[in-house]
């Protein structure tokens, strides 16, 4: 008589498996639970140094040819004023945490800004520049200071 | 046999895959990574076109054409003559870049580029800042905390440093420099002396060739920065001032003595002396040129007052003298709203004798000027010789030598009155 070979796992083998396959699992998604954390987290905190330093470069581009400048202190942002050699009256303020530039109408320059705060000793003027958002239930913020030496003060 | 293996075309699709997503990822690291380079060499560029007109303007007012150089390829700078209406400086840092300014000497205006990596590359980023420049008639430009033309003695915890006053007050957010640089065209041994815990935070020089025996230094006392010998920087007398003003008026508030307070507005004074005593006060209300023929004293606790929006140029010919708590009391704290000409010739013309604080300039190349009692000057001094005693002090003002190619003394000249980027 013909033996057919019918071996198959025993139960043990199979259990032994399925143990060491839930280990890869887990570990498997503990790893990409990580990246799913920290992806979004480091995109909006990359997005937050851009957002602040496209606020300070138009800033400090515009004040270093300033004069007249003025500044409006505010309880959580500060607004300031003054005029360059083409353009008189402009200012640049936060409202609903964007960097508004007004002249001649609106123009939004910045986003996620929570503060904004200029200071004034002598001929040098200090920006600072602070984003802030939520990712994932997580605060992040990203502070950017940078003095300008006014030229035309 | 087993013929289907099917390991090859897996390993073929993964290595695909892993192809495509690393070099998007490369893409996008490329495309950020030229914007960041685009930013960084625009920042470069303006520094270099600012730089431009710094060097354009040093140029303008050494008034000489050495450094007047071609332009990148542009004609401008043939025939370079002083006189010429259009001028060219240019200058090249290395591999980072360079910058071409031109001057427009008749309409005072000087445009810098600056380009980065070079004028001629096809994919430079280049920035443009124009400026528009004031003349300035006789205002004194010094570029020495001191200079004198002979001897300098500095003792007992004197001391010579710098600040900015463009900037803001001394010391005031790290506003204190090492540029109190001192000079002197004596060629004595020693020229200059410092003893006991004298302190000079700058660098210094001699007239003399050899200035380690020229500069005498004892008891502990210091030279921040580097000697050097052989300058010689012609120190001008004070000529017979002009009025401004196109005629003098008599001064009648220059002798004040009591509680007595006098006014003088905007205008060219003129009188045979100044002098206050007790507590009396002399308030400068404008843009005044004062010319005393005598002698300049104040005494006891009188003060010579320059309100906020004034400014003084004052002409001695005779001894200037500050005793007791007198003292110019420069409101507005620029140096450069307060000078002094001393027109006297020999003795020791200019005496700050009190513990008193000036801002101003004085430039007396044909007399003393001493200083004693903890006396302490922010701006600049031209001497004939100095003595620098009991911890007097002078605190260079680094914004007065901006705009000056010479040594020190009175000479027209351009400050720049208007910056603007294009």
Redesign the interface.
């Known amino acids: 008589m013909k033996k057919i070979n019918r071996a198959g796992f025993t139960l043990l083998e199979v259990l032994i498996v399925a143990v060491i396959f839930s280990f890869i699992i887990a570990g498997i998604y503990g790893v990409m639970n990580v990246a799913n954390i920290s992806y979004p987290t480091e995109l909006g905190m990359l997005g937050l140094q851009q957002q602040a330093r496209q606020g300070m470069q138009w800033i400090t581009r515009e004040t270093r040819e300033a004069s007249l400048i003025t500044i409006i202190p505010g309880t959580d942002s500060d607004a300031i004023s003054f005029d360059t050699p083409n353009e008189n009256g402009i200012q640049y303020a936060v409202v609903n945490n964007q960097v508004i530039r007004s002249h001649n109408g609106n123009r939004t320059i910045a986003f996620n800004i929570s503060a904004l705060r200029f200071s004034r000793t002598g001929g040098i003027l200090q920006i600072q520049i602070n984003a802030a958002a939520t990712v994932l239930l997580k605060p992040l913020a990203f502070s950017l200071t940078e003095k300008v030496r006014l030229r035309n003060e | 046999m087993n013929k289907r293996g099917a390991a090859l075309i897996i390993s073929y699709m993964v290595i695909a895959v892993l192809t495509i997503l690393g070099g998007a990822f490369m893409l996008s690291s490329i495309s950020e990574s030229k914007i960041s380079n685009n930013y960084f060499q625009s920042n470069q560029a303006l520094w270099l076109a600012d730089a431009g007109i710094q060097k354009a303007v040093w140029e303008l007012n050494k008034n000489s054409c050495a450094g007047c150089l071609q332009c990148g390829t542009a004609t401008l700078c043939e025939n370079c003559a002083c006189s010429n209406a259009n001028k060219c400086v240019s200058g090249t840092f290395g591999s980072i870049g360079d910058y071409d300014a031109t001057i427009d000497s008749v309409n005072a205006i000087i445009t810098s580029v600056g380009s980065v990596p070079d004028r001629n590359a096809v994919n430079k980023v280049s920035r443009t800042v124009q400026v528009t420049l004031d003349e300035v008639g006789t205002g004194p430009f010094f570029d020495y905390a001191l200079f004198t033309n002979g001897s300098i003695s500095l003792s007992n915890s004197a001391s010579i440093d710098s600040y900015d ?5 001394y010391n ?2 790290g506003n204190i420099g090492t540029n109190g640089d001192v000079g002197t065209n004596s060629t004595g041994t020693p020229a200059i002396t410092l003893s006991n815990t004298a302190a000079i935070n700058g660098d210094v020089s001699v007239g003399g060739s050899n200035p380690n025996t020229a500069i005498g230094i004892y008891n502990s006392a210091v030279i921040s920065g580097t000697k050097s010998g052989s300058i010689n920087v012609p120190l001008a007398s004070v000529p017979v001032p002009t009025p401004p003003a196109g005629s003098w008026a008599p001064c009648t508030s220059c002798s004040l003595w009591g509680t007595n307070t006098g006014d003088l507005g905007s205008g060219s004074y003129s009188a045979s002396g100044l002098s206050l005593s007790n507590s009396s006060q002399l308030n400068i209300n404008g843009i005044v040129t004062l010319y005393i023929t005598g002698n300049v004293s104040l005494s006891n606790s009188t003060k010579l007052k320059i309100n906020p929006g004034g400014k003084l140029t004052l002409y001695v010919d005779g001894v200037l003298s500050l005793s007791n708590t007198a003292e110019f009391n420069n409101l507005s704290k620029t140096p450069s709203n307060l000078n002094i000409y001393s027109r006297k010739s020999g003795g020791s013309g200019v005496t700050f004798s009190n513990n008193t604080v000036m801002y101003g300039t004085v430039y007396a190349p044909d007399t003393a000027v001493t200083f004693s009692n903890s006396f302490q000057a922010y701006g600049a001094i031209v001497a004939k010789s100095t003595t620098l005693s009991n911890s007097s002090k002078i605190h260079y003002d680094e914004a007065l030598g901006q705009a000056s190619g010479q040594g020190g003394g009175s000479s027209s000249g351009y400050t ?1 009155s ?4 294009m």
Do not use: A, N
């Open positions: 006053s463009s900037i803001g007050d005031v957010g720049i208007h910056w603007q980027e």
